[in-house]
């Protein structure tokens, strides 16, 4: 399958961008209105997130979001062939964001940087390792499949992101701590319950990995949120904002819910952009923690 696929997703990654969204608008009619892939997953999580909403607004914001789920799934096809000029003019680093991170760098002070399935995180990691002076590492799951896993790699790495897989976060990142690095944490995924830090997102409990928490504290490097809002189609702007500056000061849980409650406040403000189609709210609270 993979052998089949490949030259495909190739022959998708050099089509020329006005022609490559009209194949992203024929996948959207396709998933949305054929297949109806996980409608009754989005459309729960909406009503849950937003029970203020009338239904005509909820499926609003499901096309909305149908449309940029498309949108992004293709766009991490494009960072094969995609070039160095191309990548940086369609997701851009705000002045302010720059300026944030030449600080760090200017002081010598690698930093966790923490975001969620916001916008195109994907093409974040290559702007970052194309125009700022950190070397970055970015947390992830390996995929199962090698191949495509290697595939995965292939895209993530090309401008030079290092990536880490998340059982060795820490043991990697001490490794690198004679660096100047940055450490990007994806961290809205779904934790074991028992073993979360839970609070209310989203009008929901909703657990949370409070890894990239211990971590900070445990390193003591300055914690950045980093936002990547879509301006318009295919183009994004990478925004930034220090939580902490020294993380190894901070009690139990401030780090997880500082950047729980920046990430839902995005959400609120650009709802079509989040990652609504993934069952994040499958598990419920154990009773010893309420």
């Given at each position: 399958m993979y052998y089949i696929l490949l030259p495909f997703i190739y022959l998708l990654s050099w089509i020329p961008f006005p022609l490559f969204y009209g194949v992203s608008d024929l996948m959207f009619v396709m998933i949305y209105y054929v297949f109806g892939y996980r409608k009754k997953v989005v459309g729960q999580n909406l009503r849950n997130a937003f029970p203020e909403r009338s239904e005509k607004e909820i499926r609003a914001i499901m096309r909305r979001f149908y449309r940029s789920f498309c949108d992004v799934l293709l766009e991490t096809f494009k960072t094969l062939t995609i070039s160095e000029r191309s990548a940086i003019k369609r997701c851009k680093l705000t002045p302010e964001a720059l300026l944030l991170f030449n600080r760090y760098a200017d002081e010598n002070k690698s930093i966790i940087i923490v975001m969620g399935h916001f916008g195109n995180w994907e093409w974040a990691g290559n702007t970052f390792s194309l125009q700022c002076r950190h070397h970055l590492y970015v947390v992830y799951h390996p995929l199962s499949n090698k191949h495509f896993n290697g595939l995965i790699y292939r895209m993530r790495t090309r401008f030079g992101t290092g990536l880490i897989a998340m059982k060795d976060t820490f043991r990697e990142m001490v490794q690198h701590k004679a660096e100047l690095d940055a450490t990007a944490f994806i961290a809205d995924q779904t934790p074991a319950p028992d073993s979360a830090f839970w609070l209310t997102f989203l009008n929901q409990d909703t657990p949370v990995f409070q890894g990239t928490e211990k971590i900070a504290r445990k390193m003591n490097y300055p914690v950045v949120y980093a936002r990547v809002e879509r301006v318009k189609r295919g183009y994004y702007e990478i925004s930034a904002e220090t939580l902490f500056d020294e993380p190894g000061r901070?009690?139990?849980?401030?780090?997880?819910?500082?950047?729980?409650?920046?990430?839902?406040?995005?959400?609120?403000?650009?709802?079509?952009?989040?990652?609504?189609?993934?069952r994040r709210w499958k598990h419920k609270r154990p009773e010893i923690t309420k």
């Amino acid at each position: 399958m993979y052998y089949i696929l490949l030259p495909f997703i190739y022959l998708l990654s050099w089509i020329p961008f006005p022609l490559f969204y009209g194949v992203s608008d024929l996948m959207f009619v396709m998933i949305y209105y054929v297949f109806g892939y996980r409608k009754k997953v989005v459309g729960q999580n909406l009503r849950n997130a937003f029970p203020e909403r009338s239904e005509k607004e909820i499926r609003a914001i499901m096309r909305r979001f149908y449309r940029s789920f498309c949108d992004v799934l293709l766009e991490t096809f494009k960072t094969l062939t995609i070039s160095e000029r191309s990548a940086i003019k369609r997701c851009k680093l705000t002045p302010e964001a720059l300026l944030l991170f030449n600080r760090y760098a200017d002081e010598n002070k690698s930093i966790i940087i923490v975001m969620g399935h916001f916008g195109n995180w994907e093409w974040a990691g290559n702007t970052f390792s194309l125009q700022c002076r950190h070397h970055l590492y970015v947390v992830y799951h390996p995929l199962s499949n090698k191949h495509f896993n290697g595939l995965i790699y292939r895209m993530r790495t090309r401008f030079g992101t290092g990536l880490i897989a998340m059982k060795d976060t820490f043991r990697e990142m001490v490794q690198h701590k004679a660096e100047l690095d940055a450490t990007a944490f994806i961290a809205d995924q779904t934790p074991a319950p028992d073993s979360a830090f839970w609070l209310t997102f989203l009008n929901q409990d909703t657990p949370v990995f409070q890894g990239t928490e211990k971590i900070a504290r445990k390193m003591n490097y300055p914690v950045v949120y980093a936002r990547v809002e879509r301006v318009k189609r295919g183009y994004y702007e990478i925004s930034a904002e220090t939580l902490f500056d020294e993380p190894g000061r901070t009690t139990d849980g401030e780090i997880t819910a500082a950047h729980t409650r920046a990430l839902e406040k995005d959400i609120q403000r650009q709802p079509e952009s989040w990652l609504w189609s993934h069952r994040r709210w499958k598990h419920k609270r154990p009773e010893i923690t309420k």
